[in-house]
């Protein structure tokens, strides 16, 4: 059973998502500015962030690696950091990095015209295969503030959010 946070944070993701797919389909650059966001990504998700992920790869297995990398290395980053910055948890910075990362590349996508080419199954394999073991190990810890999940919980919550790559194709 989920606990009450990780629906709510679920509900957050599929909310910032399909936003993303709403400006995103009509990208004109990337980091392309509105007044609370770029590519439709809240400023406070770390939407406008000049680090924020970028991608480069051409089909659907090498976005999907470059997304693995970008959480894993951006994740661990929280995971073996401060317990809280300010007001959010590892668990609240974690989900927007997951949030953006998974929106970014979802655009990206979209903007090379291969969305229709990648689907969820693919893309998630592929970026399983650039998670670290110790990567593994803390996922589940940090999936939201209540008691730890194990990694096979976190994969299905991030999965969940990874089916806006297959929404709104057309």
Excluded at 61 to 79: P, S
Excluded at 94 to 116: C, D, E, F, P
């Amino acid at each position: 059973m989920r606990s009450p946070r990780s629906v709510i944070w679920r509900a957050v993701f599929l909310l910032v998502a399909l936003t993303a797919i709403v400006a995103g389909c009509a990208l004109s650059g990337a980091g392309s500015p509105t007044s609370s966001g770029c590519d439709g990504i809240d400023a406070q998700l770390g939407g406008c962030d000049a680090n924020r992920p970028t991608f480069a790869g051409a089909d659907c297995q090498a976005v999907g690696r470059e997304t693995g990398r970008q959480l894993n290395d951006r994740l661990l980053t929280i995971y073996r950091g401060p317990e809280a910055v300010g007001n959010e948890s590892r668990a609240v910075r974690a989900s927007h990095v997951m949030t953006v990362t998974t929106s970014l590349a979802n655009a990206y996508l979209r903007q090379i015209g291969i969305i229709k080419k990648c689907g969820v199954d693919e893309f998630v394999a592929a970026a399983q295969t650039e998670f670290s073991s110790d990567f593994k190990t803390l996922a589940g810890t940090y999936l939201n503030d209540g008691p730890p999940v194990t990694f096979d919980e976190w994969l299905a919550e991030w999965r969940s959010v990874v089916r806006i790559i297959d929404m709104e194709e057309g």
